[in-house]
């Protein structure tokens, strides 16, 4: 009993102690994100990605909406209109994009896109869609959540 009690104890006391650091840990590394340098041309790759994996989900979304439950509803016309108005946040970023000298600049506007997509992963979260289209929205997701850790912003979940 008396070696039970004693490795219980050690057991509680690790995930104690491990608890009490996580935080500061993840705390460190978003604050060392922060000081991290990108070129303009390392965001401007990944936001061409976002762009052609975008444009590919949105027509595989479409696709997959017209072969489901929803196909001629309202519900349909508005997830539809949902992936058209992140394709156009994420022009206008291009649009932005292309004319600042600095990749910050365009930090409401990865802001907007992000916003954007959210709601888009809610409803691949929440819908059961063809495995192409789930793939192709996990594709659009990571390369979203690169341009929200490159602007510091709370990624995609």
Same mark, same amino acid.
Do not use: C, H
């Given at each position: +009993?008396?070696?039970? +009690?004693?490795? #219980?104890?050690?057991?509680?006391?690790?995930?104690?102690?491990?608890?009490?650091?996580?935080? /500061?840990?993840? $705390?460190?590394?978003?604050?060392?994100?922060?000081?991290?340098?990108? *070129?303009?041309?390392?965001?401007?790759?990944?936001?061409?990605? %976002?762009?052609?994996?975008?444009?590919?989900?949105?027509?595989?979304?479409?696709?997959?909406?017209?072969? /489901? @439950?929803?196909?001629?509803?309202?519900?349909? =016309?508005?997830?539809?209109?949902? $992936? @058209?108005?992140?394709?156009?946040?994420? =022009?206008? #970023? @291009? /649009?932005?994009?292309?004319?600042?000298?600095?990749?910050?600049? *365009?930090? /409401?506007?990865?802001?907007? %896109?992000?916003?954007?997509?959210?709601?888009?992963?809610?409803?691949?979260?929440?819908?059961? #869609?063809?495995?192409?289209?789930?793939?192709?929205?996990?594709?659009?997701?990571?390369?979203?959540? *690169?341009?929200?850790?490159?602007?510091?912003? @709370?990624?995609?979940?």
């Amino acid at each position: +009993m008396q070696k039970y +009690m004693t490795k #219980l104890f050690v057991v509680v006391a690790t995930l104690a102690a491990l608890s009490a650091v996580a935080p /500061s840990a993840q $705390a460190q590394y978003r604050r060392g994100n922060r000081n991290r340098a990108y *070129t303009k041309a390392q965001v401007e790759r990944v936001i061409r990605r %976002v762009e052609e994996r975008s444009d590919r989900f949105v027509r595989l979304f479409d696709e997959s909406l017209d072969r /489901s @439950r929803l196909n001629n509803s309202e519900r349909e =016309d508005r997830l539809n209109e949902r $992936a @058209r108005d992140l394709e156009a946040a994420i =022009d206008a #970023l @291009r /649009s932005d994009f292309d004319r600042t000298d600095r990749y910050r600049d *365009t930090q /409401s506007q990865v802001s907007r %896109v992000l916003d954007a997509a959210q709601g888009i992963n809610n409803v691949v979260r929440r819908r059961r #869609l063809d495995a192409n289209t789930e793939r192709q929205w996990s594709l659009v997701r990571t390369e979203l959540n *690169t341009l929200a850790n490159y602007y510091n912003l @709370r990624p995609l979940r």
